[in-house]
């Protein structure tokens, strides 16, 4: 009997690369929009491999999955599956964490200079007849300022490495996880987040989202940073109390913001931070480039074929939980 494969997506316009990443395994590929717990199981119990985009794969899922032997999430994260469930359970979840470092980073890059050059904002009033280049408050340069990069995984090298023609005077990183030597060697100088808050005039979010990591953009951490300071995140929407940022912003605590990813997404009608000016917002687009696109669907389904052909995937996210 022929292997089966569910892809849980609703957001792109074909399948035709998974297709052609499956096509060496013989398995029968079923396409499905299924979000709910119910919809999920009507059509993947019985499935040997699935890869999900956003509909959430929870333990009550996972108790329903009959054979299942791997779970692909599109995307770098992975919050949306219980992987200890999962591990419990003999199925791998693997995530695609190399497909979109260069376009995070360049929207990471694109929200700083949009906030620190207020494009947005003079856009906007040029469009109604206003002309007054002070009209969104002081801007400042880059070259003799301190950027500071709050998580240091790919994508973060990735921006380090595209910010080192802009002249700053130092490049900080806060992550708890990478080595004084790999950040010295880079250019750079690893110091705790206090530090960084404190003495940065750019700060750049890229943490995952944990339980740890939830809200850990607060009161607390805005208060602490320059009022003339500016704030990207293109990580996760979870690592910013989205209520303290307004407030920042509103107050004057922080200067401006740069915010690619939300709390609820999308985002409701009255999103408190669409009363605002000094905040640059997009729609969770980061991750996207025609080439991320092609390259997210075919890594997802390669790594379900090398399960499905009996090899191991290189980016196993729930190994501490697999049985062995």
Excluded at 23 to 42: N, Y
Excluded at 190 to 208: E, G
């Amino acid at each position: 009997m022929a292997q089966k494969v569910v892809l849980l997506e609703d957001r792109y316009t074909h399948h035709d690369y998974e297709k052609a990443a499956l096509a060496k395994t013989g398995a029968v590929i079923v396409e499905s929009k299924a979000s709910s717990p119910s919809e999920i199981l009507a059509v993947a119990a019985d499935a040997d491999g699935i890869a999900v985009n956003l509909a959430p794969i929870t333990a009550e899922v996972i108790a329903g999955l009959k054979k299942c032997r791997v779970i692909v999430r599109y995307g770098v994260g992975f919050d949306s599956v219980d992987i200890k469930a999962a591990g419990e359970k003999g199925i791998m979840v693997v995530n695609v964490p190399d497909y979109c470092d260069e376009d995070v980073s360049d929207q990471a890059l694109a929200l700083l200079m949009s906030c620190a050059r207020q494009t947005p904002l003079h856009d906007r009033e040029v469009r109604k007849g206003n002309w007054n280049i002070r009209s969104g408050g002081p801007m400042f340069r880059f070259k003799g300022k301190t950027m500071g990069i709050a998580g240091y995984g790919r994508i973060p090298q990735c921006l380090h490495r595209k910010l080192k023609g802009f002249g700053f005077a130092r490049i900080l990183v806060s992550d708890p996880f990478v080595s004084k030597d790999i950040v010295t060697a880079a250019g750079a100088e690893l110091v705790d987040l206090d530090t960084l808050l404190a003495q940065s005039d750019y700060i750049s979010a890229h943490v995952p989202l944990s339980e740890k990591t939830k809200h850990m953009f607060g009161r607390e951490q805005f208060a602490k940073m320059k009022r003339t300071a500016i704030f990207v995140n293109t990580a996760r929407g979870g690592i910013v109390d989205t209520a303290a940022l307004y407030d920042a912003l509103k107050r004057g605590v922080i200067a401006w913001a740069g915010i690619d990813v939300h709390e609820q997404e999308p985002v409701a009608k009255d999103y408190p931070l669409f009363a605002l000016d000094n905040v640059v917002l997009t729609d969770h687009v980061g991750w996207y480039s025609e080439e991320s696109q092609v390259d997210l669907q075919t890594k997802a389904a390669l790594a379900v074929a090398e399960v499905l052909s009996g090899k191991v995937p290189q980016f196993i996210v729930n190994k501490q939980f697999l049985k062995a």
